[in-house]
C-alpha cells in the first residue's frame, strides 16, 4: 500500500519556523518529482513548492518564497519543507504529493499533476 505522511506541523507564532517532513512507503519515489500543497479554511487547495527527482529544479509559490525551502533525501524516500517566518496567513492544512514521473526535468505545481497525497498536517501560525 503505497502512503504519504506528513509530520511536523504544529501551533507556532508569527516569525516562527516549522519543518515539515513527508514520508513514502510502499513504493520508492525516488525518481519522481514531488511537492507541497495548502489548503486554507474555505480557499482551494494552493501550490507552495515542488522539486524534480534530482533536486536539479525546484519551484516555490511567490507567497513563500524567500521564506520555505523545498528539499529531498531520496535514501530515505522523504520530502521536506522548511518555513521561516511564518505568517498568519500560512495556517492551512499541508499536503504533500507524488506524481508517477519518471526521472522527468519538471515538478508539477497544479493539483492533478500529481497522483498519490499525503493526509495533510496542520500548521497554525499566531499573531
Known amino acids: 500500500q503505497v502512503q504519504l505522511v506528513e509530520s511536523g506541523g504544529g501551533l507556532v507564532q508569527a516569525g516562527g519556523s516549522l519543518r515539515l517532513s513527508c514520508a513514502a512507503s510502499g513504493r520508492t519515489f525516488s525518481n519522481s518529482a514531488m511537492g507541497w500543497f495548502r489548503q486554507a479554511p474555505g480557499k482551494e487547495r494552493r501550490f507552495v513548492a515542488a522539486?524534480?527527482?534530482?533536486?536539479?529544479?525546484?519551484y516555490t509559490a511567490d507567497s513563500v518564497k524567500g521564506r520555505f525551502t523545498i528539499s529531498r533525501d531520496n535514501a530515505k524516500n522523504t520530502v521536506y519543507l522548511q518555513m521561516n517566518s511564518l505568517k498568519p496567513d500560512d495556517t492551512a492544512v499541508y499536503y504533500c504529493a507524488a506524481d508517477s514521473s519518471n526521472r522527468r526535468m519538471y515538478a508539477g505545481r497544479e493539483a492533478d499533476e500529481y497522483d498519490y497525497w499525503g493526509q495533510g498536517t496542520q500548521v497554525t501560525v499566531s499573531s
Open positions: 522539486i524534480t527527482w534530482s533536486s536539479i529544479i525546484k
